[in-house]
């Protein structure tokens, strides 16, 4: 099975590196600075141990360097990116080129389908955590299961093929059913974890070890769990204590949104905290840490956006 992961940049590049020790893989990046080094250098990883692994992995930057048509397009750019993201490659795609998307947020599979994948979408959610450490290099920052499938069917063939090619490549992979309903857990536990490491700028782990940090996420989770609910999606279990494990579990992992606030980029706040503020208004549920959360990240935002234009 030939991969590309459209979005070679921690996560991406970090499953890459997984994927292309058990099959075909090329890594896609807007960052020319990244993919450079990684033709030159190979791309290396940082191990939770604290070794490194230096691999040998095709990169390309612009889709006509994309050497071979792919059978599946990992798709794990940010949600702001999926859709220009996903008609940039389609032309070198095959007519049953398959698109799973292991993104953060809502609205993700919903672009892929737009662009005329209905048929050939997937779903899914990943706890791997990794953390950029600069051109070709990648910090490992925590390992965690891959659950994908169908987005609102029984797991399938093709399903199965994909969770196989994950297992092989180390990759601890299920299958799923009704996988749409993994992307609302997965959103609840980005919800709990990432704005609130944005803005504090800590690790993971501060979100399980700090009191204060641990309620305002429990609080977040709350209203999230409910507008799930609300919106015909019961994530089952409790969510407030799988957000504690994942945050234990990636403990010293530098969340995504973190990253973001930290290097001065946009962040997909509207697409987690945000989209449950909108969803939530729509249901007539009241949201009001989530709205304040976003509103935080989004003044950080203009921060770095007006430091950028007077620096």
Aim: charged share 20%.
């Amino acid at each position: 099975m030939r991969i590309l992961i459209l979005g070679a940049g921690a996560l991406g590049s970090l499953l890459g590196a997984r994927l292309s020790e058990a099959t075909e893989t090329v890594l896609f990046s807007r960052n020319r600075e990244h993919i450079q080094a990684i033709r030159e250098y190979g791309l290396v990883i940082e191990e939770l141990d604290g070794s490194e692994r230096r691999l040998s992995v095709p990169a390309a930057s612009r889709p006509d360097e994309i050497p071979t048509a792919p059978d599946l397009v990992i798709t794990v750019v940010k949600a702001y990116d999926t859709s220009a993201a996903v008609q940039a490659v389609l032309p070198i795609c095959r007519e049953n080129t398959l698109f799973l998307s292991l993104q953060n947020g809502l609205g993700n599979l919903e672009q892929i389908v737009e662009a005329g994948l209905t048929e050939r979408a997937l779903a899914g959610i990943t706890a791997q955590g990794a953390t950029f450490l600069g051109p070709g290099r990648v910090r490992h920052g925590g390992l965690g299961p891959t659950h994908l499938g169908e987005p609102d069917g029984p797991i399938s063939r093709r399903v199965r093929q994909v969770v196989d090619i994950f297992n092989q490549a180390g990759l601890q992979a299920t299958a799923a059913e009704q996988a749409r309903r993994l992307i609302w857990r997965k959103l609840i536990i980005n919800v709990g974890i990432n704005p609130i490491t944005a803005i504090s700028r800590v690790p993971n782990g501060w979100i399980a070890d700090r009191p204060e940090a641990s309620e305002l996420a429990s609080t977040a989770v709350e209203e999230a769990v409910a507008v799930a609910r609300a919106s015909g999606f019961d994530p089952g279990g409790s969510m407030t204590e799988t957000v504690m494990e994942v945050a234990r579990a990636t403990a010293s992992n530098i969340s995504s949104m973190h990253q973001d606030i930290r290097s001065g980029k946009r962040t997909e706040i509207e697409s987690i905290n945000g989209a449950v503020v909108q969803r939530g208004e729509k249901l007539g549920l009241a949201t009001p840490v989530n709205r304040t959360l976003t509103s935080l990240v989004q003044l950080i935002e203009r921060r770095n956006q007006q430091e950028d234009t007077h620096g």
